[in-house]
């Protein structure tokens, strides 16, 4: 399939093929039980994912690509798979959630280079997903599930573990990729938790987080003085001589919810 449409991975892109059908298996896998749920694959390439998601049983699988050549592939796989529907279009720019009823899930290989926005984006809406099970470079996977007081910890830290369950659960070496990356990946499962945030709250955490992790090694009282500073601290019993990294998760929600 991929000498067939010229499907040559292309770093513009961010494409790195998962080919070894043991560990897109384990990959699958790592969603729990898909019987009824609909599945949303972002960036399928020449489908060595799709072919494992598809294997897993669920109600349907919706491959969302960018590039034509992937597309082409996609669909040509679709041909003979009833439950797999391919879908044209830039992710980023999608509302992936009202493509597929629900139950719903994201199982993707992300394109490294808007792995994190995409993120964000989901997170927003982490209510309509049930599940999300993403594979990022392991640098980022490490940030997304790091602890307070770790270096690791940051921005995207706060963000996912304020609306959802996290787990890093396979480390991937470059060499089970074609071409390989330059750095180790690592597929994390978010599990959404059952209240999230209205979309106020986590506009407000959102600019909170980004002001405090924007300037680490600030002290909060001069991270935050664009969103009051030492006064929104003190509201919020915070230490303003603290710095981002120190603050848990609940500590941010206060802050957020002031900030609203």
Not at 109 to 115: F, M, Q, S, T, V
Request: proline share 8%; glycine share 10%; net charge positive.
């Amino acid at each position: 399939m991929i000498a067939r449409h010229g499907l040559d991975a292309r770093r513009a892109l961010g494409q790195h093929f998962l080919l070894d059908g043991n560990l897109t298996t384990r990959i699958a896998r790592q969603a729990g039980d898909l019987a009824g749920c609909h599945v949303v694959e972002v960036g399928p390439g020449p489908g060595g994912l799709t072919r494992a998601l598809l294997a897993a049983g669920p109600a349907g699988v919706t491959a969302v690509e960018l590039d034509p050549r992937a597309i082409a592939a996609m669909r040509e796989l679709a041909a003979g798979e009833p439950n797999l529907t391919v879908v044209a279009g830039d992710a980023l720019a999608l509302d992936l959630a009202g493509l597929v009823p629900a139950p719903r899930q994201i199982v993707a290989n992300l394109p490294y280079n808007i792995a994190s926005p995409l993120l964000v984006g989901w997170l927003r809406q982490a209510a309509s997903w049930q599940r999300l099970t993403l594979m990022f470079q392991l640098e980022v996977a490490e940030r997304i599930a790091a602890s307070p007081g770790s270096a690791a910890y940051g921005r995207l830290s706060v963000l996912a573990q304020w609306v959802a369950g996290v787990e890093l659960r396979l480390r991937i070496p470059p060499a089970a990729f074609v071409p390989p990356p330059a750095v180790w990946s690592a597929v994390v499962v978010l599990t959404p938790h059952a209240a999230q945030p209205p979309p106020a709250l986590f506009a407000a955490m959102e600019r909170l987080t980004a002001a405090a992790f924007g300037q680490r090694r600030k002290m909060l009282r001069g991270s935050l003085r664009s969103l009051g500073g030492a006064d929104l601290l003190a509201q919020a019993g915070i230490d303003p001589e603290r710095r981002a990294e120190t603050l848990d998760i609940a500590e941010f929600d206060r802050l957020a919810g002031l900030l609203a």
